[in-house]
Protein backbone atom coordinates (compact mmCIF):
# COMPACT_ATOMS: atom_id res chain seq x y z
CA UNK A 1 0.00 0.00 0.00
CA UNK A 2 1.45 3.20 -0.99
CA UNK A 3 1.26 6.46 1.28
CA UNK A 4 1.69 10.21 0.03
CA UNK A 5 2.22 12.71 2.89
CA UNK A 6 1.20 15.95 2.04
CA UNK A 7 2.73 19.36 3.56
CA UNK A 8 0.30 21.93 4.63
CA UNK A 9 1.35 25.50 6.05
CA UNK A 10 4.47 24.80 8.46
CA UNK A 11 4.83 21.25 10.05
CA UNK A 12 1.17 19.41 9.67
CA UNK A 13 1.53 16.70 7.54
CA UNK A 14 -1.63 15.00 6.31
CA UNK A 15 -0.65 11.10 5.65
CA UNK A 16 -3.48 9.27 3.41
CA UNK A 17 -3.43 5.96 0.95
CA UNK A 18 -3.52 6.12 -2.02
CA UNK A 19 -6.06 2.53 -2.08
CA UNK A 20 -8.12 4.74 -0.01
CA UNK A 21 -8.39 7.48 -2.15
CA UNK A 22 -9.02 5.54 -5.37
CA UNK A 23 -11.53 3.51 -3.73
CA UNK A 24 -13.55 6.78 -3.09
CA UNK A 25 -13.03 8.00 -7.18
CA UNK A 26 -14.46 4.59 -7.78
CA UNK A 27 -17.80 4.80 -5.64
CA UNK A 28 -18.42 7.93 -6.43
CA UNK A 29 -18.47 7.31 -10.39
CA UNK A 30 -20.42 4.15 -9.85
CA UNK A 31 -23.16 6.74 -8.22
CA UNK A 32 -22.72 8.81 -11.27
CA UNK A 33 -23.50 5.83 -13.32
CA UNK A 34 -26.77 4.72 -11.62
CA UNK A 35 -29.58 5.65 -14.23
CA UNK A 36 -33.39 5.18 -14.08
CA UNK A 37 -35.14 4.94 -17.51
CA UNK A 38 -39.07 5.87 -17.36
CA UNK A 39 -40.95 4.87 -20.71
CA UNK A 40 -44.58 6.60 -21.78
CA UNK A 41 -46.31 5.10 -24.80
CA UNK A 42 -46.94 8.00 -26.39
CA UNK A 43 -49.61 9.48 -27.50
CA UNK A 44 -51.55 7.39 -24.80
CA UNK A 45 -49.61 8.90 -21.89
CA UNK A 46 -49.05 11.95 -23.19
CA UNK A 47 -50.21 13.84 -20.33
CA UNK A 48 -48.05 11.83 -17.70
CA UNK A 49 -44.97 12.40 -19.59
CA UNK A 50 -45.55 16.34 -19.37
CA UNK A 51 -46.04 15.93 -15.88
CA UNK A 52 -42.93 13.97 -15.20
CA UNK A 53 -40.95 16.43 -17.63
CA UNK A 54 -42.41 19.42 -15.37
CA UNK A 55 -42.16 17.68 -11.69
CA UNK A 56 -39.31 20.75 -11.22
CA UNK A 57 -41.15 23.47 -12.11
CA UNK A 58 -44.19 22.45 -10.09
CA UNK A 59 -41.72 22.05 -6.99
CA UNK A 60 -40.11 25.25 -7.48
CA UNK A 61 -43.95 26.97 -7.56
CA UNK A 62 -45.07 25.11 -4.64
CA UNK A 63 -42.04 25.93 -2.73
CA UNK A 64 -42.37 29.75 -4.08
CA UNK A 65 -46.31 29.43 -2.25
CA UNK A 66 -44.83 28.03 0.75
CA UNK A 67 -42.52 30.94 1.13
CA UNK A 68 -44.70 33.69 0.51
CA UNK A 69 -47.34 31.80 2.99
CA UNK A 70 -44.85 32.17 5.26
CA UNK A 71 -44.04 35.69 4.68
CA UNK A 72 -47.48 36.59 4.67
CA UNK A 73 -48.08 34.98 7.91
CA UNK A 74 -45.32 36.36 10.22
CA UNK A 75 -45.05 39.88 8.85
CA UNK A 76 -48.06 40.96 6.53
CA UNK A 77 -51.62 41.95 7.53
CA UNK A 78 -51.91 40.95 11.61
CA UNK A 79 -55.76 40.69 10.89
CA UNK A 80 -55.45 38.05 7.94
CA UNK A 81 -57.88 39.76 5.67
CA UNK A 82 -56.56 38.91 2.24
CA UNK A 83 -59.37 37.40 0.01
CA UNK A 84 -59.85 34.54 -2.01
CA UNK A 85 -59.58 36.66 -5.45
CA UNK A 86 -56.12 38.30 -3.73
CA UNK A 87 -54.74 35.24 -3.22
CA UNK A 88 -55.75 33.70 -6.33
CA UNK A 89 -53.90 36.28 -8.41
CA UNK A 90 -51.41 35.53 -6.66
CA UNK A 91 -51.33 31.57 -6.90
CA UNK A 92 -51.58 32.53 -10.89
CA UNK A 93 -48.84 34.65 -10.51
CA UNK A 94 -46.32 32.27 -9.04
CA UNK A 95 -47.52 30.07 -11.86
CA UNK A 96 -46.42 32.49 -14.47
CA UNK A 97 -43.48 33.05 -13.22
CA UNK A 98 -42.43 29.48 -13.12
CA UNK A 99 -43.69 28.86 -16.93
CA UNK A 100 -46.24 26.18 -15.43
CA UNK A 101 -50.17 26.24 -16.92
CA UNK A 102 -52.84 23.82 -15.29
Known sequence: MKHTAVEIEGPKVL?????????NITRKRKRRQMRHTLTFNVPEERE??????NASKYYC????IAQWLRSECKYADPDGTMTYEEFRTKFYGFLED???SL
Open 15 to 23: DFSIDTLNA
Open 48 to 53: ELELTL
Open 61 to 64: TLHD
Open 98 to 100: NDV
